[in-house]
């Protein structure tokens, strides 16, 4: 396992209530995602500034140093700090970040919400990145997350206004399933937790409720993860990022319905689970 850094247990309360009216002017409580920025200083220089849940903000700040490609190991990090009374995380580097000012110049605007925005060329590394050719995902699996997603208790639920991303075994087990306000936050936050963790992403299942984007294809490759699925759809730079990478995309993913749109042959199809669950 590699050396974990030592990280402060800031999470935030996800959820706030507030009073509304309704058309028949009766007044009500409802909850609604409890929104803060989160501002991150590497070695007390100034970084960026999210906006999150705040649930898991360790988890978050060191999934998007790595997303961002800022470290390239969990050993870089000597320490993140979240301070809430200051809407503040400090990260402390072993070493520095070498050349932090011209990598952090230069920014793509991408789709995304909530945080959508990348450090240096948005392409530069998909070219070094190769997906596992061995791994496969069954029809069953595929059901079986769906379902697993379905029934998850979740804020979204509860609040609405967020995005959900999970992480799966290969038989179809959840790992780790996080919300935040933009689903790019979400990601990162479980690019953290498998780093903590040592996790590799070649047997791995990624699962989101937004689309799928370039940016979102390139984290999820990042972080070794051959299969991503989400509940809506795709754009054409995902599936060109997607079909360069030999990644497996499958979008719509609700109930028995899905469209496998890269990646095709890693699918293990058992199309009569479609007509089983049609009848039930």
């Known amino acids: 396992m590699p050396s974990r850094p030592i990280l402060s247990n800031a999470a935030a309360p996800l959820t706030q209530q507030v009073e509304v009216m309704d058309e028949r002017g009766r007044l009500s409580t409802i909850s609604i995602p409890a929104e803060r920025p989160l501002t991150v200083y590497v070695d007390k220089r100034e970084l960026v500034t999210l906006m999150t ?27 993140i700090q979240v301070d809430w009374d200051v809407n503040a995380v400090a990260v402390k580097t072993v070493n520095g ?15 995304g919400c909530g945080q959508g925005s990348v450090f240096g060329g948005l392409m530069d590394e998909v070219d070094q990145i190769v997906l596992p050719c061995e791994a496969r995902l069954r029809q069953s699996t595929l059901y079986k997350i769906v379902d697993t997603i379905r029934t998850q208790q979740s804020i979204y639920k509860q609040a609405g206004s967020v995005h959900g991303c999970a992480l799966f075994s290969s038989e179809g087990e959840m790992l780790y399933f996080v919300e935040d306000v933009g689903r790019h936050n979400a990601v990162d936050s479980i690019a953290g937790r498998m780093w903590l963790d040592g996790l590799e992403g070649g047997d791995k299942i990624f699962y989101t409720t937004g689309r799928l984007t370039s940016e979102m294809v390139i984290k999820g490759a990042q972080m070794g993860i051959p299969f991503l699925l989400s509940r809506s759809g795709t754009t054409q730079m995902g599936h060109m990022v997607a079909e360069k990478l030999g990644m497996t995309l499958l979008a719509r993913c609700t109930g028995k319905h899905f469209l496998a ?20």
């Open 97 to 111: 970040i070498r050349d932090i000012e011209e990598r952090t110049s230069k920014k793509v605007v991408t789709t």
């Open 53 to 79: 849940l705040g649930g898991a903000p360790e988890f978050l700040t060191l999934g998007y140093l790595r997303n961002q490609r800022l470290v390239k190991s969990i050993e870089e990090v000597a320490s």
């Open 261 to 280: 749109l890269t990646g095709k042959e890693r699918l293990v199809m058992e199309p009569h689970l479609a007509d089983v669950l049609r009848v039930a």
